[in-house]
């Protein structure tokens, strides 16, 4: 009788509202104020990726209302880059997207690629590398990239011993994007590549460094100064962003609806005029997948959020002696269980939550 009043008491199940997080996409475009970047015959490169970038921010805001976009810069200002990563980082972002032009010393190169962090598979690559990383040479405070010179080889040995765990998730969106401009532009496709820029290895989350073209060569060049070209390589990065978003969210699916079980369920909880005891079992970082090991076989536990902790929880009652026995009976299993309180959709303390019912 006493589990099946329980398990009535779990379908008002009362948990702590976890708000959904909100997706937040950081947009660099590239170089800005003093630092052209690249320059061609009639544009310079700063002002290619922030057109582009605006672009693909202002279309990603009109589409996905669950994303924000932040930008490294949104106007002609000098960032420097090693500000861009602690912007992004300092955000929480979850996926990072630099925004570049290439150029080349020969005037017959041309296309698209985009860059993942990593060791590069040929010497040729280290060029855009070196040249894109090459910005700190024009900042004053050099002595803050830990010694890093983006012109020597050997520097780059500091980038070895990395490791990302983002890399297959920025290799994935990199994928994206190159399949979108070969869809929806009509650029060459240089592929995905992958090399070490300072900007892609201090984000801490994936990151992918797109170049547009090249303003060393003619067509590109005009290409990426018309309206018609503009909107295409943004329409092409915002597609390969929407699939990724899919993507994204399909992985975080679960977590996603528990939570907003979970937000539900508060709405419930505001009009009992109890409190309500509950057994806390264990703590987790995260929110786990149903019959995890920590729960022991227990079935239909519930939680609420506290200080970054996910705190899982059996019983729902606003019997002290109801949870008390439960508390006997879970202990055999869990060992240290301890009894919370709620009232209203609020943690409470246990004597405040006892002098309640009396
Ligand atoms: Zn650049």
């Given at each position: 009788?006493?589990?099946?009043?329980?398990?009535?008491?779990?379908?008002?199940?009362?948990?702590?509202?976890?708000?959904?997080?909100?997706?937040?996409?950081?947009?660099?475009p590239?170089?800005?104020?003093?630092?052209p970047?690249?320059?061609?015959?009639?544009?310079?490169?700063?002002?290619?990726?922030?057109?582009?970038?605006?672009?693909?921010?202002?279309?990603?805001?009109?589409?996905?209302?669950?994303v924000?976009?932040?930008?490294?810069?949104?106007?002609?200002?000098?960032?420097?880059?090693?500000e861009?990563?602690?912007?992004?980082n300092?955000?929480?972002?979850?996926?990072?997207?630099?925004?570049?032009?290439?150029?080349?010393?020969?005037?017959?190169?041309?296309g698209?690629?985009?860059?993942?962090?990593?060791?590069?598979?040929?010497?040729?690559?280290?060029?855009?590398?070196?040249?894109?990383?090459s910005?700190?040479?024009l900042?004053?405070?050099?002595?803050?990239?830990?010694?890093?010179?983006?012109?020597?080889?050997?520097?780059?040995?500091?980038?070895?011993?990395?490791?990302?765990q983002?890399?297959?998730?920025?290799?994935?969106?990199?994928?994206?994007i190159q399949r979108?401009?070969?869809?929806?532009?009509?650029?060459?496709?240089?592929?995905?590549?992958?090399?070490l820029?300072?900007?892609?290895?201090?984000?801490?989350?994936?990151?992918?460094l797109?170049?547009?073209?090249?303003?060393?060569n003619?067509s590109?060049?005009?290409?990426?100064?018309?309206?018609?070209?503009?909107?295409?390589?943004?329409?092409?990065i915002?597609?390969?962003?929407?699939?990724?978003?899919?993507?994204?969210?399909?992985?975080?699916?679960?977590?996603?609806?528990?939570?907003?079980?979970?937000?539900?369920?508060?709405?419930?909880?505001?009009?009992?005029?109890?409190?309500?005891?509950?057994?806390?079992?264990?703590?987790?970082?995260?929110?786990?997948?149903?019959?995890?090991?920590?729960?022991?076989?227990?079935?239909n536990?519930?939680?609420?959020?506290?200080?970054?902790?996910?705190?899982?929880?059996?019983?729902?009652?606003s019997?002290?002696?109801?949870?008390?026995?439960?508390?006997?009976?879970?202990?055999?299993?869990?060992?240290?269980?301890?009894?919370?309180?709620?009232f209203?959709?609020?943690?409470?303390?246990?004597?405040?939550?006892?002098?309640?019912?009396?």
């Open positions: 009788m006493k589990r099946q009043l329980f398990l009535l008491f779990f379908c008002f199940c009362i948990v702590i509202s976890l708000s959904a997080k909100q997706f937040i996409l950081v947009l660099d590239g170089h800005g104020g003093a630092d970047g690249a320059v061609g015959t009639e544009v310079q490169e700063k002002d290619l990726n922030l057109k582009v970038a605006l672009l693909v921010g202002k279309k990603i805001s009109e589409r996905c209302p669950d924000k976009v932040i930008y490294t810069r949104d106007t002609d200002k000098t960032v420097t880059l090693r861009r990563p602690m912007i992004a300092k955000a929480n972002g979850d996926l990072f997207i630099s925004i570049h032009t290439n150029s080349n010393d020969s005037k017959r190169p041309c698209t690629e985009t860059y993942v962090i990593g060791l590069a598979k040929t010497g040729a690559n280290f060029e855009v590398a070196k040249r894109e990383n910005v700190i040479l900042e004053a405070d050099r002595e803050s990239y830990q010694g890093f010179d983006p012109t020597s080889p050997e520097s780059y040995i500091m980038f070895e011993f990395m490791q990302d983002y890399v297959e998730q920025s290799l994935q969106m990199a994928d994206f979108n401009f070969t869809k929806k532009t009509d650029r060459v496709d240089r592929g995905v590549r992958q090399d820029f300072w900007v892609l290895h201090q984000t801490k989350m994936p990151s992918v797109v170049e547009m073209g090249f303003v060393s003619a590109d060049q005009s290409y990426m100064m018309s309206k018609k070209g503009q909107n295409a390589l943004a329409e092409s915002v597609c390969a962003f929407e699939q990724y978003k899919h993507e994204f969210d399909k992985k975080n699916g679960l977590k996603f609806q528990k939570k907003q079980q979970a937000k539900k369920a508060i709405e419930q909880s505001v009009d009992s005029l109890k409190p309500v005891f509950k057994l806390q079992l264990f703590a987790s970082k995260e929110v786990l997948p149903e019959n995890h090991v920590s729960m022991k076989g227990e079935k536990l519930s939680y609420y959020e506290e200080s970054g902790w996910i705190k899982y929880t059996a019983g729902e009652t019997s002290y002696e109801e949870i008390k026995q439960l508390k006997k009976e879970l202990d055999k299993k869990f060992g240290d269980s301890f009894i919370v309180a709620f209203k959709g609020k943690k409470i303390s246990l004597k405040e939550a006892l002098s309640l019912l009396k």
